[in-house]
Structure formats: C-alpha cells, structure tokens
C-alpha cells in the first residue's frame, strides 16, 4: 500500500498533460494506428450499450491488477485507458503508473467526450 501512495503522490504531481489525452489526440492517434495499448475499462453491460473506440481491449477497472499480463511487457509502450467519464479510467492510470507504465494515460471525458464530438465507435457484434 505504501508503494501505491508513493505512486498516487507521484502521479499527482505530474503536469496534467503527462497523465491525461484529449479526445482529438487520441482520435488522430487511432487514425494513424499508432502504437499503443487502448483500454476500456468499462463493464461488458456498457460496451454493448454504447459500443467501444476502435482497437480497445475491455478490461473492466475491478480487473485491472489480475489481469496486468494481458498489457504489452514494455513498460515504455503508451497505454490510453477510458471509461465513460474518466472517473474510473483515471484510478486504472494511477494503478498503471504505480506498476512501472510510464506512459499511461486518461481520456479526458471519457467515451462521453468521445461521443460528444461524434467520434467514430464500433459496435459489439
């Protein structure tokens, strides 16, 4: 546990910039297909309900720990997490960083900024 504040200390102290993607960044960054990890960290219920960003792995926040391995073994890879406002993609950064991804980020607004803005979203299937 103490490890785990020494890392939300350090998380928190970051520049915002550092810990958090704008929806249009990450948009062009899916439009590119760069490299990186996207997370959704929503429930099953919720995916189908609205769909998911392209190339999104599902990973609900509650599972985030057990299932670490499923993340790229390169710490340096960018991971993008998102739920529906932030909230709880933000506790999955904090965690992130505090196991060693140095570039874990937050969608701002969550998939509510995405929709917002009208950004594409697949469907379950």
């Given at each position: 546990?103490?490890?785990?504040?020494?890392?939300?200390?350090?998380f928190?102290?970051?520049?915002?910039?550092?810990?958090?993607i704008?929806?249009?960044?990450?948009?062009?960054?899916?439009?590119?297909?760069?490299?990186?990890?996207?997370?959704?960290?929503r429930?099953?219920?919720e995916?189908?309900?609205?769909?998911?960003?392209?190339?999104?792995v599902?990973?609900?926040?509650?599972?985030?720990?057990r299932?670490?391995?499923?993340?790229?073994?390169?710490?340096?890879?960018?991971?993008?997490?998102?739920?529906?406002?932030?909230?709880?993609?933000?506790?999955?950064?904090?965690?992130?960083?505090?196991?060693?991804?140095?570039?874990?980020?937050n969608?701002?607004?969550?998939?509510?900024?995405?929709?917002?803005?009208?950004y594409?979203?697949?469907?379950?299937?």
């Amino acid at each position: 546990m103490k490890s785990f504040c020494i890392s939300m200390e350090a998380f928190l102290a970051t520049p915002h910039e550092e810990t958090v993607i704008e929806p249009e960044e990450l948009l062009q960054k899916v439009t590119m297909k760069e490299r990186l990890s996207l997370i959704d960290v929503r429930e099953p219920k919720e995916l189908e309900q609205t769909g998911f960003i392209e190339g999104a792995v599902n990973i609900p926040v509650r599972e985030i720990a057990r299932r670490i391995d499923e993340l790229p073994k390169d710490l340096d890879t960018p991971v993008i997490v998102y739920c529906a406002s932030g909230h709880r993609s933000s506790h999955a950064a904090v965690y992130l960083r505090a196991y060693g991804y140095r570039n874990a980020r937050n969608l701002e607004y969550g998939i509510h900024g995405w929709q917002d803005r009208h950004y594409p979203l697949r469907k379950m299937a």
